[in-house]
């Protein structure tokens, strides 16, 4: 079994050797790891790199740590000390996540937390350095995150003015929920978190607005391993009830900032889990400014490929699938499929986008249809022979096009899309169902293993 020494004894020699033996931090860092590795000690748990004064051969994370509890106890503490302590441990707690951990393992995260508790007098710079510092100690570190520091988040955030302490606050709750299941359900569970957070979408800041979705976003998230079933749709549920028209609506407010706008269409499109969303969104004005936006900003990458999803979360509902065919989609589909159909992240979110506007609708399949966009999707899978959900996402978007509108199959044939769906087959094996089924419906020749066969007959009686 290994030899193991704690973070202290590592460091106390480092100090030693700094201040008995005058070498320089790095001599004194080399020599301590020399010295260690000589008597067989491992040092996987060791932080090697910490920043140390030179005149102390102290780690100045652990020095502005203690330095901050000591001036919470005096009083009239000067401010800047305060802040200069703050600004160190931000800066440690950058470097990477152990660095994080034995700040808050050293009380640096505790003590945050309490000071924000306790002292009402803070001002907006004093908040915003210990806002920064608590972000960047949670920083990939969610399970600091507790019901005390979600009281006074919540309690920042009722009473944040300030433009970059309302964003840092944000910032907060959004890093508590990355990873980690627990404390987006606590959060959610809190009776007072969308009362305090909902008001800021009536806000005029950019900044604001994108951390307000941005959260909204974190809370919905379903990336925690340790959690078996997580409640991902229940709280985007919750969300879409109590914001998604005021969401929508912001949409026509920001019209002239494509950054936040594609911010927008995203947070609309993670929250629109539900059918009668679908509507609340187009009668929010949604669905009109999404394909003014693709008009507005055809070049914009970011812009069009966030309308395609969002198009596709709102042909959930069949009347508004209906209605979005209807309001002039096609077209601008296929033109910005054209367009920009080298892109292969873009393709694959226009694709899937047709795939679903074209499932069970024989007439928005024929309004596609008419606008050439089969040629467009036969190009984009010769573009991408090597993306397997380019193939894919085409082979369902032909496959429902073609289902129920038998008329065009001799076009999607005429134009060369067997010879590159057998191709597809032949290059991916894994969505082997997906191409059968487009070279089926296309009526085209194709074999289709029998999945199961009884061995024996089977008598039954009628007594």
Same mark, same amino acid.
């Given at each position: 079994?290994?030899?193991?020494?704690?973070?202290?004894?590592?460091?106390?020699?480092?100090? /030693?050797?700094?201040?008995?033996? @005058?070498?320089?931090? /790095?001599?004194?860092?080399?020599?301590?790891?020399?010295?260690?590795? %000589?008597?067989?000690?491992?040092?996987?748990?060791?932080?090697?790199?910490?920043?140390?004064?030179?005149?102390?051969?102290?780690?100045?994370?652990? &020095? +502005?740590?203690? /330095?901050?509890?000591?001036?919470? &106890?005096?009083?009239? !503490?000067?401010?800047?000390?305060?802040?200069?302590?703050?600004?160190?441990?931000?800066? &440690?707690?950058?470097?990477?996540?152990?660095?994080?951990?034995?700040?808050?393992?050293?009380?640096?995260?505790?003590?945050?937390?309490?000071?924000?508790? @306790?002292?009402?007098?803070?001002?907006?710079?004093?908040?915003?350095?210990?806002?920064?510092?608590?972000?960047?100690?949670?920083?990939?570190?969610?399970?600091?995150?507790?019901?005390?520091?979600? %009281?006074?988040?919540?309690?920042?955030?009722?009473?944040?003015?300030?433009?970059?302490? !309302?964003?840092?606050?944000?910032?907060?709750?959004?890093?508590?929920?990355?990873?980690?299941?627990?404390?987006?359900?606590?959060?959610?569970?809190?009776?007072?978190?969308?009362?305090?957070?909902?008001?800021?979408?009536?806000?005029?800041? #950019?900044?604001?607005?994108?951390?307000?979705?941005?959260?909204?976003?974190?809370?919905?998230?379903?990336?925690?391993?340790?959690?078996?079933?997580? =409640?991902?749709?229940?709280?985007?549920?919750?969300?879409?009830?109590?914001?998604?028209?005021?969401?929508?609506?912001?949409?026509?407010?920001?019209? +002239?900032? #494509?950054?936040?706008? @594609?911010?927008?269409?995203?947070?609309?499109?993670?929250?629109?889990?539900?059918?009668?969303?679908?509507?609340?969104?187009?009668?929010?004005?949604?669905?009109?400014?999404?394909?003014?936006?693709?008009?507005?900003? #055809?070049?914009?990458?970011?812009?069009?490929?966030?309308?395609?999803?969002?198009?596709?979360?709102?042909?959930?509902?069949?009347?508004?699938?209906?209605?979005?065919?209807?309001?002039? %989609?096609?077209?601008?589909?296929? @033109?910005?499929?054209?367009?920009?159909?080298?892109?292969?992240?873009?393709?694959?979110?226009?694709?899937?986008?047709?795939?679903?506007?074209?499932?069970?609708?024989?007439?928005?399949?024929?309004?596609?249809?008419?606008?050439?966009?089969?040629?467009?999707?036969?190009?984009?899978? =010769?573009?991408? #022979?090597?993306?397997?959900?380019?193939?894919?996402?085409?082979?369902?978007?032909?496959?429902?096009?073609?289902?129920?509108?038998?008329?065009?199959?001799?076009?999607?044939?005429?134009?060369?899309?067997?010879?590159?769906?057998?191709?597809?087959?032949?290059?991916?094996?894994?969505?082997?169902?997906?191409?059968?089924? %487009?070279?089926?419906?296309?009526?085209?020749?194709?074999?289709?293993?029998?999945?199961? =066969?009884?061995?024996?007959?089977?008598?039954?009686?009628?007594?």
């Amino acid at each position: 079994m290994a030899k193991v020494i704690t973070q202290e004894t590592f460091d106390d020699v480092v100090k /030693e050797n700094i201040v008995e033996f @005058s070498m320089s931090i /790095e001599e004194a860092r080399e020599e301590t790891i020399k010295q260690f590795e %000589a008597q067989g000690i491992h040092l996987g748990n060791i932080i090697k790199d910490l920043n140390v004064n030179p005149d102390t051969g102290v780690p100045l994370l652990n &020095e +502005s740590i203690e /330095e901050l509890k000591r001036l919470t &106890e005096t009083k009239d !503490a000067d401010p800047q000390m305060v802040f200069q302590h703050l600004a160190v441990i931000t800066e &440690e707690c950058k470097l990477s996540v152990p660095h994080r951990v034995l700040a808050a393992k050293l009380g640096a995260y505790e003590f945050i937390v309490k000071r924000l508790t @306790s002292d009402d007098k803070l001002d907006d710079e004093a908040l915003h350095k210990l806002l920064t510092a608590a972000n960047a100690i949670i920083n990939k570190q969610p399970d600091v995150f507790n019901h005390e520091s979600l %009281a006074v988040a919540l309690k920042t955030l009722k009473a944040a003015h300030d433009t970059k302490v !309302a964003c840092e606050a944000m910032k907060w709750l959004q890093k508590a929920c990355i990873l980690h299941e627990m404390n987006r359900q606590m959060i959610m569970e809190e009776n007072q978190t969308i009362p305090s957070i909902k008001p800021f979408l009536a806000r005029s800041e #950019p900044d604001v607005i994108r951390n307000t979705c941005t959260l909204f976003r974190y809370l919905i998230l379903d990336d925690d391993i340790r959690v078996e079933f997580g =409640k991902a749709h229940e709280h985007a549920r919750q969300l879409a009830g109590e914001t998604l028209t005021e969401i929508t609506q912001l949409l026509t407010k920001f019209k +002239s900032d #494509p950054d936040l706008i @594609s911010d927008l269409m995203l947070t609309i499109a993670s929250l629109t889990v539900r059918n009668e969303f679908c509507q609340t969104v187009e009668e929010a004005g949604g669905l009109k400014f999404i394909l003014d936006a693709m008009v507005e900003f #055809p070049d914009s990458m970011k812009i069009i490929r966030e309308a395609c999803k969002l198009l596709k979360a709102l042909a959930g509902n069949d009347t508004v699938k209906q209605h979005i065919i209807q309001c002039g %989609a096609a077209p601008l589909l296929e @033109s910005a499929l054209n367009r920009h159909k080298d892109n292969e992240t873009f393709a694959r979110h226009a694709l899937a986008c047709i795939s679903t506007l074209a499932l069970r609708e024989p007439n928005n399949s024929k309004v596609l249809f008419e606008t050439g966009i089969s040629e467009t999707i036969i190009q984009t899978m =010769k573009i991408h #022979p090597k993306s397997k959900i380019i193939q894919r996402n085409a082979a369902w978007a032909v496959r429902n096009m073609v289902s129920r509108s038998r008329d065009q199959c001799d076009t999607f044939v005429a134009q060369g899309i067997e010879d590159v769906l057998n191709q597809a087959l032949a290059d991916h094996p894994s969505i082997t169902q997906d191409v059968k089924s %487009a070279l089926r419906d296309l009526g085209c020749k194709v074999h289709l293993n029998e999945e199961w =066969k009884a061995t024996s007959e089977i008598q039954i009686k009628n007594d």
